[in-house]
């Protein structure tokens, strides 16, 4: 099913008038995967979430994290919301890389993924938008040291990052600008190898194909 049709069912209650509305749930209800590789692997993550019996958490997540009606756009619901469906990628690239995943509520509302069949457990993060490469990295570490510390003992302990969406610009941004991505790279496998934990790292959930992953 596509993003919208999964947005749909588990926000009913969100919606736009038209393209220019600026609530992001209502504005991916009305958009269409196809060209759109972020919201495409989206529709195949929710897929995988409802495979693995675990749609229930996510629209929990969804509906806590953005109220039943549509936002005025840009706010901190908007970015909560898509933090949860990265919860939601992380769960899908857990099935498809390692088993049957399990996510758990985190201290602060927070998914953990739980992969007990290998041991393995998960902490995705959003990197959410700034205007610095400063800044940007500086998330990245943040990420990074509080998984570390939430991460339970587990053979496999993974640090899952995901690239914020640009969604009217999402092939010309961080992820698909070689120059702008790389320090991105080195900082997360250098935090993460400092802090001795494996790590995945995501174009906008772009799950299926991460541009790093190490565990």
Known sequence: MEVS???????????????????????????????????????????????????????????????????????????????????????????????????????????????????????PRRLWPVRTMEDLLGQVREHVDGAAAELPDAAGRISYVDINLEINAFGRMLGHDGQMTEPLRESLKFVSQERGVGWVLTRPFEWGVPLEEWY
């Open 5 to 123: 049709g999964w947005l749909e069912r588990l926000m009913p209650d969100v919606h736009s008038a038209d393209w220019r509305d600026g609530c992001w749930v209502g504005h991916v209800k009305m958009r269409s995967a196809e060209h759109h590789p972020p919201l495409h692997w989206l529709g195949r993550a929710l897929d995988s979430v409802d495979a693995a019996g675990a749609i229930d958490v996510i629209g929990e997540q969804l509906r806590r994290a953005h109220e039943p009606e549509a936002c005025a756009g840009w706010s901190e619901a908007d970015q909560r919301v898509q933090d949860a469906l990265t919860e939601a990628c992380a769960i899908a690239w857990a099935a498809e890389r390692l088993g049957r995943p399990e996510p758990v509520q985190a201290a602060d509302g927070r998914l953990l993924i739980h992969v007990p069949s290998v041991d393995a457990c998960i902490a």
